[in-house]
Structures are given as C-alpha cells and as structure tokens.
C-alpha cells in the first residue's frame, strides 16, 4: 500500500490503534452505547472512533433484536439475504439485518421527536428538507410497516420479491432500500464497489507552486 | 458595550444559495471504478458585475458558481430494479459519472437584519438566547433569479440525463453558516461598532475578530477574511501594547 492508498478510514484506525496501544487514548469502547443523545445521533470524533475499532475486538456477541421478536428478526434476515443474493448467516447479512432492527427500534422515537418540534423547528426544518421529507417523518409508522409486512409475507411465502416490487408493495420497497444502503456501506459492499475512500495529493500534479 | 451607535446587531448577512442542480454525464458512464475515488471539485469566480463585458443591472453584487463531479457509488442502486447478484452486478458495472452544480450570492448587509438578546428566553445554562430576525431582499431574489437561469443554461450545455433542476428557492437564512455583520467596522462612531483594528469604539480594549465586523460580506466564504483581520487586529494590539498605549 503507497501513500495514496491509505484512506481516511485507515488512517483513522491506525491512529486510533496507536492510541489504544500507547494506552493513552482514554477511549471507551462502550461509551457510544451509554450515549444519552437522541435516537440516531452520536458524539463526534470519539463515538466514531470507537465505532470504526469495535470490529477489531475479539468478543463481538451476536446481536439481541430490539424490536423484532426471534422470528420475525429470523424471516427479515432470510428477506435481507434474499435481496443480496447471500447466505443468511454469512457476514454481512447479520449485521445489516441489526442495523435495520436497530433503525426500526429506534422509529418510534424519531417520529414521536419529529412530532413535537415547535413550530419554528418545524418550519426549519422543511426550509431545509422540503415539507414532504418532514411530513413522512411525522406520519410514516415504519414499524407498522414492518410487522404488517412480515405477516403479509407469511401468508404468501412463496410470492417472488420481484412481483412484490413490480407492485409497489410498501414494506418491500422500504426493506430493499435499507438493505442496499446496508450493503454498500459494509466492508463486503466497499470490497465489491472497489472503492478506495477519498484521498488526496500531497502535491497537485502539474501545479509545482 | 458597543451599542451607542445603534448599529450593534443589525445589518446581518448569510450568503444564499442555489442548490441541487445536477445530472449524469452520459459520455463518462463507466464500467471501471477510478484508481482513486477522489471528488472533483471546481468553481467558476464571480464574474458578473465584476466584469464590464457580464454587467446586470437586476441586482447589485453578485454571485459565484460551484460543484463537483465524481463516479456514483452506490447511489443509482435505488433507481434500479431488481435484486441479489444480479443487481450487484448491475450497480458494479454501469457506474454513472454525476455532475452537480450550485451557485452562492452575496447579501447586501440591511439594518432590518438583526440579532438580539431575547428577553423572555434563557438556555441551559441562563444565558438569554439570541433571537434573530432576518430575511433576504429585493436584490437577492433579483440576483437568485439570474443564478437559475445561468445554472439552467451551463446543465443545457452540458447535456446531462436525468437532469435535476437547480433549486429556483433561495437556502434559508442561516442555512450556509456564514454568518456575517453585527458589529460593522468603520471609522465613525456613530455608525459602525468596532473600528479599522477590530477595537470596539466604546472601548478600545474590547476586540471584535470574527465576521461580525464585515461590513459587506462578498460571495465568498468568510474564513480567510476573517483570519486577516484577526491577525491585523492582534498586531496592532501588540503594538499599542508595547507603545503603552493600552
């Protein structure tokens, strides 16, 4: 690997595994989870680091679903798996289907926060967002969509995905996204895409001065 | 402190902005990923009303125009149908170049623009908050309506697909973070807050550094500028110090 291969992610590993080595670094490997922040939100720098060196540590336990029961979280790893083409219980389906309980875990409280914004919050936020953004935001019962979802699925086990897309089948829709989202931001899925991170010239080429 | 002018708090600037424009570059669309995933970035100085050949006589001031370009990821997965390998296969092999486009325009700095302590309000910690009122004007919609139309010009020249349209709405008040005013800089006391060194008129001990002391802010992001005057202002003080004239 030269200079120009080191991405921010490595440089950010290597730093943060000199610290730890060094013993100097102070850093809590479990302080993202005891983080009293809203659903969603982290503490920069520290949380994010701690994030990027928890795959590096041995005692990794599997995940507890947060939301779905053992069952359901069992079809919506099968449903993650077929949308990927990948074994079930072959990384990086198990940790895309956590994720994905992990955002719907959290819906709830995100809507309910969305929902008593003040009215200049409000109008903040569809400034930036567009009113359509804020509004599903407020309305839209992900973990009804969820739970009908999967039980509509039970009813039908053998429909294809493709039919379901082809009719615009809500829960369908919504798992897809999340599961492509989930793919393409794993280590498998940044493998696949052969994506490099950003990384920049020390020196920019043709410009001596 | 620093209020016997009356100017403390008002003539409050943020830059706007016209965002979103963009669309795929169908001659680049590549079936290799690039050795290194660097973004593109450029901009086009201000050129209009700087230049007597781009003179618009809507507006005073002007505007600059920026973007950047890069291969897609992983974003034209969602536009695609389908699912598993074959989808991955697709999203690996029919990478789309985007092209993105904005333009950013100065705000005139108007008295009706203003911060202020608010009265009733306290934070955490019992510190009144600020209560801003401020809006654009008549010469940033005059000059919004020109950025739209030269955007929309550059993405028709280009030949972009799936092109999206520039933003015709200006980003909210605030939105870009580079707020400047409040505290203008002159040389008479009656009229601005601090003077030519940043010392605030009423005390010459107190320094205003940051973008407050703008008094007009230019297309152009506030950091640099504002970096100079610190080091101008902490110079000068160094020197008064030493002269023994603080």
């Known amino acids: 690997m030269d200079a120009e291969d080191l991405s921010r992610r490595v440089w950010l590993l290597r730093l943060g595994g000199g610290a730890l080595l060094a013993g100097c670094s102070g850093i809590d490997l479990g302080a993202a989870d005891g983080a009293k922040l809203p659903p969603g939100l982290y503490e920069p720098s520290i949380d994010h680091l701690a994030h990027v060196l928890r795959p590096a540590a041995k005692d990794v336990k599997p995940s507890v679903p947060l939301f779905f029961d053992a069952a359901e979280y069992r079809q919506l790893q099968a449903l993650v798996a077929r949308m990927l083409g990948e074994d079930p219980r072959t990384p990086p389906v198990p940790e895309i289907t956590a994720w994905i309980d992990l955002t719907v875990y959290d819906a709830a409280e995100v809507r309910r926060a969305a929902r008593s914004l003040s009215a200049e919050h409000r109008a903040l936020a569809v400034g ?58 794993s280590e498998a899925g940044l493998k696949e895409l052969d994506y490099k991170g950003h990384s920049f010239y020390n020196v920019s080429p043709g410009c001596d001065r | 402190m620093g209020a016997s002018s009356g100017a403390l708090g008002h003539y409050l600037m943020d830059h706007f902005t ?107 910690w019992g510190v009144p908050v600020l209560h801003i009122s401020a809006s654009y004007g008549e010469n940033e919609h005059a000059m919004a309506r020109a950025m739209h139309t030269r955007l929309s010009e550059i993405l028709a020249a280009v030949k972009v697909e799936e092109m999206q349209a520039p933003s015709e709405k200006l980003s909210l008040f605030g939105k870009n973070i580079h707020e400047c005013g409040t505290a203008r800089m002159g040389d008479d006391p009656k009229k601005s807050v601090v003077n030519r060194f940043n010392q605030v008129h009423d005390a010459k001990t107190v320094l205003v550094t940051d973008g407050a002391c ?31 004239n603080l």
């Open chain 2, 18 to 124: 016209l965002e979103d424009g963009g669309g795929l570059l169908p001659a680049l669309r590549s079936a290799r990923r690039e050795p290194v995933g660097r973004p593109a970035g450029y901009i086009v100085p201000k050129y209009v009303n700087a230049d007597a050949r781009f003179r618009d006589k809507n507006f005073l001031r002007g505007y600059y125009l920026a973007g950047d370009s890069q291969q897609e990821l992983y974003g034209h997965a969602f536009g695609l149908r389908g699912f598993g390998r074959a989808l991955r296969r697709q999203v690996s092999r029919e990478i789309p170049y985007r092209f993105g486009i904005y333009a950013q325009g100065e705000c005139l700095p108007r008295y009706e623009n203003y911060v202020k302590l608010d009265p009733g309000k306290t934070d955490a």
């Open chain 2, 214 to 244: 703008f008094v007009t802010q230019g297309c152009y992001e506030p950091t640099l500028t504002i970096m100079a005057v610190t080091v101008r202002a902490a110079e000068h003080l160094a020197d008064e110090y030493r002269r023994g």
């Open chain 1, 128 to 185: 930036f967002y567009g009113e359509a953004a804020v509004q599903e935001l407020e309305t839209r019962d992900v973990q009804e969509i969820c739970r009908a979802g999967l039980a509509r699925l039970n009813g039908e086990p053998s429909v294809s995905l493709e039919s379901l897309e082809a009719k615009g089948d809500v829960f369908i829709a919504w798992l897809r996204h999340r599961a492509i989202e989930g793919f393409y931001t």
